[in-house]
T-cell receptor
Framework: EAQVTQNPRYLITVTGKKLTVTCSQN?????MSWYRQDPGLGLRQIYYSMNVEVTDKGDVPEGYKVSRKEKRNFPLILESPSPNQTSLYFC??????????????FGPGTRLTVT | LAKTTQPISMDSYEGQEVNITCSHN???????ITWYQQFPSQGPRFIIQ???TKVTNEVASLFIPADRKSSTLSLPRVSLSDTAVYYC??????????????FGKGTHLIIQP
């Protein structure tokens, strides 16, 4: 089954404790992206990657890191989480048509709470 | 960045046709228009994508006038399960930031019995 998986689905952590949220897709998609969703703010893009070893900042990259060492995986790293990073996080992937993304497939989401 | 403007919320009734319009006055020549649907606590789901005129699939239709400064998502005969947030996206690139795809706040569609 074609899918995007994220782990963990729920995470409660404390300020400053490094964490990684994994994202994996089995569709051989070139493009992968991370979003956060907060009440009243919609979906905002954190980072994206157009292929292996190619990553770039989205709208809200501060406090986050990503890596793309393999085509299928795109982990999101919070080196020193803070309470303002409490949010619902989504990973997405898609094929590329030239520079245009076709439909994005989203993961189930990771609900992160930082106390 | 081609910004989009869509209504914050809309109401309709089961069995009706619902049209959600998105304005994108600054759309560029190589921009596509894409619509997504999102249910609470789930990731958005692709509905339809188009460049000009009309596109139809098994779920919806997308109408894009000649000037491409707006687009209308049409949902035929809606049901209660169509209650969701609908996002209009405009962009040529897969990336974010100044040149990329921005979801915005979407339109909260509420379907009543």
């Amino acid at each position: 089954e074609a899918q995007v998986t994220q782990n963990p689905r729920y995470l409660i952590t404390v300020t400053g404790k490094k964490l990684t949220v994994t994202c994996s897709q089995n569709m051989n998609h070139e493009y992968m992206s991370w979003y956060r969703q907060d009440p009243g703010l919609g979906l905002r893009q954190i980072y994206y990657s157009m292929n292996v070893e190619v990553t770039d900042k989205g709208d809200v990259p501060e406090g986050y890191k990503v890596s793309r060492k393999e085509k299928r995986n795109f982990p999101l790293i919070l080196e020193s989480p803070s309470p303002n990073q409490t949010s619902l996080y989504f990973c997405a992937s898609s094929l590329l048509l030239g520079l245009a993304s076709y439909e994005q497939y989203f993961g189930p989401g990771t609900r992160l709470t930082v106390t | 960045l081609a910004k989009t403007t869509q209504p914050i919320s809309m109401d309709s009734y089961e069995g009706q046709e619902v049209n959600i319009t998105c304005s994108h006055n600054n759309i560029a020549t190589n921009d596509y228009i894409t619509w997504y649907q999102q249910f609470p606590s789930q990731g958005p789901r692709f509905i339809i994508q188009g460049y000009k005129t009309k596109v139809t699939n098994e779920v919806a239709s997308l109408f894009i006038p000649a000037d491409r400064k707006s687009s209308t998502l049409s949902l035929p005969r809606v049901s209660l399960s169509d209650t969701a947030v609908y996002y209009c996206l405009v962009g040529p690139y897969s990336g974010g930031g100044a040149d990329g795809l921005t979801f915005g706040k979407g339109t909260h569609l509420i379907i009543q019995p």
